[in-house]
């Protein structure tokens, strides 16, 4: 599946090779502290620092003069932080198909951060549909597989991106669901404290909410 595709987060040195290598230059330092700067801006995000490369070259911060290019350091340190690479990313949201943005609504029940087997299971989707949502998040850059946390682990490359497909339920709707995980966690997984806290507050039965929370409360203590 195209899920395949892996995002690792650059670093100063990979920065500079990501942007010499697109770039097509040979010394990374002739690009002066564009590295850098593109790096503090995405948090090393390969696909937002793709992004902002564009960003850059369309307002004329990264231009070629005699076959050379240019970056604008004043222009470029001036720009306001990365709303604009955000708004794109954003923007891909609805893009999606309907399916797609229905399927990863509700993997935003779960945080950020969400498994497969979770998704699959508590969505009531057939595998075939989730993986294909799956797949198609992953290529509008909405969606990353996270192998470093396990196979079948996925993040929303961005808050603001989780927050856009979590706030796209009606409220009412999404404490129903909540209410929904939380009770089958309870079933399954009845020692996965922390998840049965954060579902129960966000749900519909305020004392179960009380219970777990106290107990995951006392959980951390212990740790």
């Not at 198909?97 to 990863?104: D, H, P």
Request: charged content about 30%; proline content about 4%; some cysteine.
């Amino acid at each position: 599946m195209s899920g395949e595709i892996q995002l690792e987060r650059f670093n100063l040195e990979t920065a500079k090779q990501f942007c010499s290598e697109v770039l097509g230059v040979t010394s990374p330092e002739s690009l002066g502290s564009l590295p850098q700067e593109m790096l503090s801006r995405t948090n090393g995000n390969p696909f937002f620092m793709t992004e902002l490369l564009k960003a850059f070259v369309h307002q004329g911060i990264l231009r070629v003069e005699k076959d050379k290019w240019i970056y604008d350091e004043e222009k470029g340190g001036g720009l306001p932080a990365t709303p604009s690479v955000v708004e794109t990313v954003l923007r891909r949201v609805v893009d999606l198909s309907g399916e797609t943005r229905n399927i990863l609504a509700y993997a935003s029940l779960f945080g950020r951060e969400f498994t497969l087997d979770k998704l699959r299971g508590m969505s009531g989707q057939s595998a075939e549909t989730v993986l294909t949502a799956l797949d198609e998040g992953i290529r509008e850059h909405v969606l990353w597989e996270n192998r470093r946390r396990g196979e079948g682990v996925y993040n929303f490359v961005h808050d603001r991106v989780h927050e856009a497909f979590y706030e796209s339920l009606d409220p009412a709707v999404r404490k129903e669901r909540h209410q929904q995980i939380a009770d089958r966690l309870e079933e399954e997984t009845p020692d996965d404290l922390f998840a049965l806290a954060h579902h129960f507050s966000e749900g519909s039965d305020p004392r179960k909410a009380f219970h777990y929370c106290k107990l995951a409360g006392e959980r951390a203590k212990s740790t």
